[in-house]
């Protein structure tokens, strides 16, 4: 197998000691992240920075917001209608003290009876369904918390497929041996640097460890909580303790790290990379979920438990669109009238193609109005069952909203899953989803760090930017958190969509669409850093389809900045 860039780097690390000046590599390493989301290592320390900024407004706050504060407090709004989002995500945590009144309640079903009241396949969905859960032999739910990638679930099957050829004598195709070679490189690179950068980590962790013991005294804090702060400002009296001061200071900077979280955070990722997500051997779903996961006719899985086992994703942005604003508690949300139902699908790991589609269906004939979905994933092998189950949601009168995704590309030139194309099952584009909006994820200044360094980005496939930078909003147990990705970009424009339509309830979705396009926050002429290429700076109208950032005001109010309504 070829060396990868990535491979080389771990390598370097290896031979690089701790204290060494050359800081790129283990900052390079240090950049790992959780693929579903970025986890912002600060809250609010910048006198640059507004708190709740998402909902400001930049002429009143100068902040980027959506301006969804400046429609409350200069509008006289009229909530017409309660708006139903559906948060298709990781789970959701429907206890949370800022979400209290703000989940859906499927009126036509009992609690906890065990009967399956409106008949639609449910039984006890009273805020919605768990796709990637189970009951166990006493009845009680079962939850999957990881999955593997969907690259590492199709290299399974072709290499099954490649075995049972052989069997019989036969090969592969031309077309399916490229597919297989495609797969089995991604996994055995991944699967190598993984080892290599625990190995790398494993080292400055133990250094971190041994500096620590000398210190632990003056600190006063467990290991896992020591940060640079902490002990940058140490006042040492011997030689030994001196020496350990300096020594976990150059590590901290070598990584650009502020705390031992950080490193201790992404050695967790790298080990998620080798025991799950690249793991062909980790098969949680035969045990759990016990259904078939390519039979889109098998319906009757999973469980009434929304929230799960790994919830801040999906509770993270369930408070961006709905936290409440009146309560007095944490943050608030960007739209007041809305509910949320909650659709447990994404784990950690690849969420799957049925899990998503059925989703989508539930949605779709449950009464939501508006769809979040905070994930993506490289391959789609029943992409054109998930593209019938858009056009489903479409024709039922859904706007659907997607997070353009965190691998800082451009998505007019690879395609990210789902998608607003539907395919035929030969792999055409048949299709495209009318009502379908993708997010791209901006920050809270007007200066060339508007756009997100990780945010994708693309003029034809990005229909605009929201808020995505360091937001504070909702986390499990009464909690709160800063996040960052285009999981928040995404919930922030779909509070702005709720909130519109709260006040326009004649809008159809389509007309919704056109509504929210045509009155984004227009920045064109700004010179903003290229995702890609973070030295090189490009105007910011040409990152997406309208060149600007959600607008709640503009759009309710009917400001029009290029984009025809």
Known sequence: MKTSSRALLALALLATAACSNDNKPLQQALQKEHPKNLIAEKVLSSSREVDNWFTKDPEIDQAEGTSADKAYDLLNLQHKKEIIVAVIDSGVDIHHEDLQGKIWTNKGEIANNGIDDDANGYVDDVSGWNFIGGVDANGKPTHIDAEQLEVTRELIKMKSKKKSLEDQGMSLSEKDQAYFDKLDAEVKEALVTADQMLEVLGKYIADLKTNYEV??????????????????????????????????????????????????????????????????????????????????????????????????????????????????????????????????????????????????????????????????????????????????????????????????????????????????????????????????????????????????????????????????????????????????????????????????????????????MGTVRSRAGLSVRLPSDHAKDVPFETLSITGGISDAYSAIVGVMTGVAL
């Open 215 to 516: 210190l632990k005294d003056l600190l006063k804090v467990s290991f896992e909580q020591v940060s640079l702060v902490q002990v940058s400002a140490l006042a040492t009296t011997t030689e030994a303790e001196a020496k350990a001061k300096e020594n976990m200071v150059a590590i901290f900077k070598a990584g650009n790290a502020k705390d031992v979280a950080r490193f201790l955070r992404v050695q967790g990722v790298y080990a998620d990379d080798k025991n799950y997500y690249y793991n062909e051997q980790f098969l949680p779903r035969a045990e759990i979920v016990k259904d078939e996961p390519e039979n889109f006719d098998d319906v009757t899985y999973g469980n009434n438990d929304v929230i799960g086992p790994g919830a801040d994703h999906g509770t993270h942005v369930a408070g961006i669109i709905a936290a409440d604003r009146n309560n007095s508690l944490g943050v608030r949300g960007v739209a007041q009238n809305v509910k949320i139902m909650a659709l447990r699908v994404v784990p950690n790991g690849d969420e799957r193609d049925k899990d998503v589609a059925l989703a989508v269906k539930y949605a779709a004939d449950n009464g939501a109005n508006v769809i979040n979905m905070s994930f993506g994933k490289g391959y789609s092998p029943q992409r054109t069952q998930v593209g019938e189950a858009f056009k489903y949601a479409e024709e039922k009168g859904l706007l659907i909203m997607h997070a353009a995704g965190n691998e800082s590309t451009d998505r007019d030139q690879e395609d990210r899953y789902p998608t607003r194309r539907v395919y035929s099952e030969a792999g055409e584009v048949i299709d495209t989803v009318g009502t379908w909006l993708d997010v791209g994820a901006s920050s809270q200044f007007k200066d060339r760090t508007l756009t997100a360094t990780f945010t994708n980005f693309g003029q034809t496939q990005v229909d605009l930017f929201a808020p995505g930078v360091n937001l504070n909003s909702t986390v499990p147990g009464n909690k709160y958190a800063v996040f960052s990705g285009t999981s928040m970009a995404c919930p922030s424009a779909a509070g702005v969509a709720a909130l519109v339509w709260s006040q326009m309830p004649e809008l159809s979705a389509q007309e919704l669409k056109a509504r929210l």
